[in-house]
């Protein structure tokens, strides 16, 4: 059961802190409540686990002029690996811009942290900034109920967000990979993608959004243009889903994040889930097979 971690980063510290207490350290590190220290950079190793994937260069530029003017003003927090060296849990950003500052050394706090916890902090770090790529939170939060069994309410409340918040992000990995890489690069916003996720094209419309500018409410028109346009006949002619069918599905993709569709032929019927990664597809698996 997720820890209701709504209340922060420093609240998941403080469990990882008394986890280990009393193990001591076979490093030679500083031990979990000790304050903030200088270690060189050179010592200080990526996470690849880092939800974090896109550091543009403007940004990492301011950050490195105001690093080279007030230093790196919060520590970096990391976890011995052995031989000296350290793995950032949360900071990376930070680390970066001071490379670039030409900083020799940077504060840091040392906490001995296990695999999942480390993991667990980096997710919570990275989503409750509010600069985070809708795509990559949305990969985040697929990836924490994946490692760590989460349903969607316990990941909301790890992360501090709601239900609704987490199961309409998931929702944008539904998207194509061509419009995903849009709103990793910033041309598209996350209202952009909302508007189009479920067109029938929406790499056209992506491109059309991005070429013309469009705001999201021009794309939710465009969007909407686009379903109203007549289909070619395909055979014979499907009958209309009823308000309770539509409300139904709804219901059902804001639990589960994903696509739903229902098909009622009078009392029977067919019901499709769309997933998009796999780690969608153990959470329905762990969650279809789950003993009450």
Known sequence: MARGLGRGLSALLGEAEEGAEGQGTATGAAPAGEGAREVPIE?????????????????LEELAASIREKGVLQPILVRPLGS???QIVAGERRWRAAQRAGLKAVPVLVRELAD??????????????????????AKAYSALMGRMGYTQDEAAQVVGKSRSHVANTLRLMQLP??????????KL??????????????????DAIVARGLSVREAEALAKAGSDKPKKASGPKKAPKDADTHALEADLED???????ITDKGGAGVLTISYATLEQLDELCRRLTRIS
Request: charged content about 20%; cysteine-free; proline content about 5%.
């Open 43 to 59: 010592l200080i190793q990526r996470n690849p686990e880092q939800p974090r994937t896109l550091f543009t260069e403007a940004d």
């Open 84 to 86: 000296g060296e350290y």
């Open 116 to 137: 999942n916890a480390a993991f667990e902090i980096a997710i919570v770090e990275n989503v409750q900034r509010s600069d985070l790529n809708a795509i990559e939170e």
């Open 177 to 186: 990979g061509p419009v995903q890489d849009l709103v990793l690069e910033g």
């Open 189 to 206: 916003t996350a209202g952009h993608a909302r508007a189009i996720l479920t067109a029938e094209n929406p790499e056209a419309l992506a």
């Open 255 to 261: 639990v589960l994040g994903m696509s739903v569709s």
